[in-house]
């Protein structure tokens, strides 16, 4: 397809033929709140809980550093209590220490105030991804509760208040939502540029049985469609963003096996690589068909390097790979 042909030339143009790792701790998946669409969300009370302990995260982040992964990535439900802000800014120093500073650290620990971003900003992390989810006011509505815990202005001011306190900001869409129109995905794409993100996380929404957007499965595309809508929303988008990062969403590999490295061929340059211990992955299920649940790390990164080598792809072992948006935006504002 000539749009994914000229994505690619842009790619190799702007960014190079590397892809960059982010090794991914799922660091708990008790939440707070309650997104229709997420397989953790508070109200499910057949998700059991977990989070691992301090030594557990440390763990993953060392395996990360001595497999020159360069950096990682924490998610996690989102909470914003003090003991829980608290942990997070111990962790980040931990790591920092640990690896001498030379761990990249990206967060995706969803809304929180600017303090508690400026603090995981002075403890060491440098980017954070957080999802606007669908920059329709009226879909993301329509796809969360009704209450000031899930609002969109709030949202669009903890982007702000991220980017206030210093990271890369990242944010991204689902694609393929119940409801959601060709127009809205563009419009979404025209969201993403005019935030002038450094980082984007997109991936295709899949349905859990155990929440509330489930009941809306018959106004679905099929898996397939979302997928190639999925791949679609990636190359447009390198062509409209040519240097920012653009991560290949695990969902992707949900639907089809090779989805990640597919969406590497027509845009994506970024790839995270599940470093969670076995037992807790499985727990960590946002949506139906998880991929890699029962791989060891070590599994993951040999699995892993194949994989993008087969695509023709270099890996920037030990690089940060930041946006090289960001870096040309820092030197626009320095100037
Ligand atoms: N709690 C944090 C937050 O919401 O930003 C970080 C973790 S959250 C699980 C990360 C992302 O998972 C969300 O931004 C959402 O886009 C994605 N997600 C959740 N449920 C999904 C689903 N059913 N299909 C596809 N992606 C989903
Ligand atoms: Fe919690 Fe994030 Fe899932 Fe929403 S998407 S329920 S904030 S984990």
Redesign the pocket.
């Given at each position: 397809m000539a749009l994914f042909r000229k994505s690619r030339e842009i790619t190799d143009f702007q960014i190079g033929n590397k892809v960059y790792l982010r090794g991914l701790i799922e660091y708990s998946?008790v939440?707070?709140?309650?997104?229709l669409?997420?397989?953790?969300?508070?109200s499910n009370r057949k998700q059991e809980r977990y989070s691992l302990t301090d030594e557990e995260v440390i763990a993953c982040a060392q395996y990360a550093f001595e497999q020159h992964y360069g950096s990682i990535v924490i998610q996690?439900?989102?909470r914003s209590d003090h003991i829980f802000t608290a942990r997070i800014t111990a962790i980040l120093k931990e790591i920092k220490k640990l690896s001498q500073g030379k761990l990249g650290i990206t967060l995706s620990l969803?809304e929180q105030t600017l303090e508690t971003y400026q603090e995981w900003f002075e403890a060491g992390a440098h980017r954070y991804l957080l999802r606007i989810e669908s920059s329709d006011p009226k879909l993301f509505a329509k796809i969360h509760p009704h209450d000031k815990g899930h609002s969109f202005e709030h949202r669009l001011k903890s982007l702000h208040d991220i980017r206030k306190a210093g990271f890369h900001l990242g944010t991204g869409v689902m694609i393929g939502l119940p409801f959601q129109t060709l127009e809205q995905m563009a419009d979404d794409l025209l969201f993403l540029r005019a935030l002038d993100v450094d980082m984007v996380g997109m991936g295709p929404y899949i349905e859990h049985q155990d929440t509330p957007l489930y009941e809306a499965s018959d106004f679905l595309l099929t898996r397939q469609e979302r997928l190639d809508l999925a791949f679609k929303m990636i190359a447009i988008l390198r062509l409209m963003m040519p240097d920012i990062n653009i991560a290949a969403a695990t969902a992707l590999q949900a639907i089809d096996p090779m989805g990640r490295e597919k969406a590497l061929k027509y845009g994506a340059n970024i790839i995270m690589p599940n470093i969670t211990p076995n037992v807790f992955r499985n727990q960590y299920k946002?949506y139906e068909d998880k991929p890699c649940t029962d791989e060891s790390p070590q599994e993951c990164t040999t699995c892993l390097e194949a994989r993008i080598h087969m695509i023709g792809s270099k890996i920037g072992y030990d690089e940060w790979g930041d946006s090289k948006h960001f870096n040309a935006h820092q030197k626009y504002i320095n100037n």
């Open positions: 998946n939440c707070a709140k309650d997104c669409y997420c397989g953790i969300r508070k996690a439900g989102e969803g946002l």
